[in-house]
Each structure stands twice: as C-alpha cells, then as structure tokens.
C-alpha cells in the first residue's frame, strides 16, 4: 500500500492540521528533494508503513521553506531535514529524522494516540 500524501503546500494548512489533529493523529513528512537520504528515508517509509486512514500531509522543504519554518515555530521543534512529525491534539507526540524514520515505530506511536 502507498501512502496516500496530502500535499503540503500552503501555510492556512496548518491551521487546518491543528483543528485536525485535536480529532484523529496527523502526519507531516518534511522532505528535501535534493537530500538522497531524504529519498531513502522516504521510499523505505512508504513500503513498510501500511496504516490505512491516517491523514498524512507530504512538504517539499525545497519549494516550500517558510512552511517548515513555520512548523518549526508553530510546534516547537527543530528543523530536520528528513523529518517525520505525528501531531495529536495539536502536539507533536513522535519526531524522527534521517535514519531514525521507521514505519514500525511511527505506527506504535500512532497506536498510542
């Protein structure tokens, strides 16, 4: 199963991920299209993350910057690049990045919510 990414491309989204989040668990997946790390951390993610109906949003750090600068002040967490945030009632309850993205842990800490 692929995970089905919400482009995340507009800051009003956020306000949208925080009304959110206080109803189901969300996931924000920042991603550098020039990083191959970030590509490796991505696909490996996506193969074994097979969780159906979580809201999952997709940002391109490259095109869109201010957002992940945004989140970063918005939620209190530094910027990473791979980085994986789950965000339940508008906090981030699970951060990874680079090699520490894993599916397996991402749907404990879902399971957790």
């Not at 919400?6 to 996931?27: G, N, V």
């Not at 391109?60 to 009632?89: F, G, M, V, Y």
Request: aromatic letters at 8%; charged letters at 20%; a negative charge.
């Amino acid at each position: 199963m692929m995970v089905k990414w919400i482009p995340l491309t507009d800051l009003t989204q956020l306000d949208r991920i925080e009304q959110d989040s206080k109803s189901f668990p969300i996931l924000v997946f920042k991603h550098s299209t020039r990083c191959s790390i970030s590509r490796m951390a991505q696909k490996s993610f996506e193969m074994s993350f097979d969780v159906e109906g979580v809201c999952a949003y997709f940002l391109d750090l490259i095109e869109h910057r201010n957002i992940s600068n945004q989140i970063a002040t918005k939620w209190q967490i530094q910027h990473q690049s791979p980085q994986l945030l789950l965000i339940k009632n508008n906090e981030v309850v699970y951060n990874a990045s680079h090699d520490d993205i894993d599916a397996g842990s991402t749907k404990q800490a879902l399971a957790n919510c």
